[in-house]
């Protein structure tokens, strides 16, 4: 058995100094690094998203995610940007069909809200060429750039977190090395685990958490709903008492689904309604 293809590019998204505003104040973002910071000390940046439009399509596409990064690393999914906050921004798309040339430009906006108003910054112009979705250039390695194999990765994946009780059950935390062993995860940095090996875990990928009231806590990272399910079953068999935490994105979809219909109703302008509806898809496909 093989986990599903996927059929996704990453694109790590540099964000330009230079920021074309909806309102009059000034910048609140900047570029350090080819990642994105604020320049402001006070202000917070709520719900940055990423739109991207490819030449020859009719409609702005693709999912992104904005990783906090600590020390360095870039350790989890967010959504709101404190003061001075270092984040990457990814953007994850179908690749093009190539049908008019052998390459294919990418436009694409970071927008944002601070105190109730809404920004944008336009990122530069990228260029997809068709010779790279087969370079082994453009694979996913682990001997450099490990940061940046790990963010592809988790950009395409599903994700789910688990909950195995360690306290009061003496070799449990000692078993559960030996499980991602025996399952074929190495090490790749600390508390990372990864198959890099073929067969039906591979790519899969699990972060070992913070251990919480006596509880250790995975982070699973998977290439298909199908290797999620087996990947939870082999852990079940081990551990039967393992918690699983819902994913909320249901509600969050429904919720931006009423919102799309309300600005339907109300006759939003065109691009409310586009970005609505962008919103909503974004949640549905997480």
Known sequence: MKPEATRHTVMPMPVPSATRQLVREPPL?????????QRSYCAVLYDPQIYIDLKGYDEIAASSKFWSVVNGIVCY??????????????????????????????????SYQVNEKQYQTPVPTIRLLAEETVDNNCGIKFSNNIEHSILALKSTSIEKTVGIQIEHHPGRGERLLGFLEEKSFEEICADVYVVKTTGTLVFCLIEILPIVEGEARLRIFS?????????????????????????????????????ELKLYLRNGSTSEQQMARIKTDLFVIQ
Request: aromatic content about 8%; overall charge negative.
């Open 223 to 259: 290439r298909s709903g199908s290797q999620m399910n087996i990947m939870l079953r082999l852990l079940r068999d081990q551990f039967p008492d393992m918690t699983v935490q819902d994913n909320d994105n249901g509600v969050h979809a429904a919720i931006s689904l009423l919102e």
């Open 29 to 37: 973002v900047d570029v350090f690094a080819g990642r994105f910071i």
């Open 77 to 110: 999914q967010t959504d709101v940007i404190q003061s001075r906050q270092e984040v990457v921004a990814t953007i994850v798309l179908d690749l093009p069909k190539f049908e008019e040339d052998s390459f294919c430009d990418a436009y694409g906006m970071i």
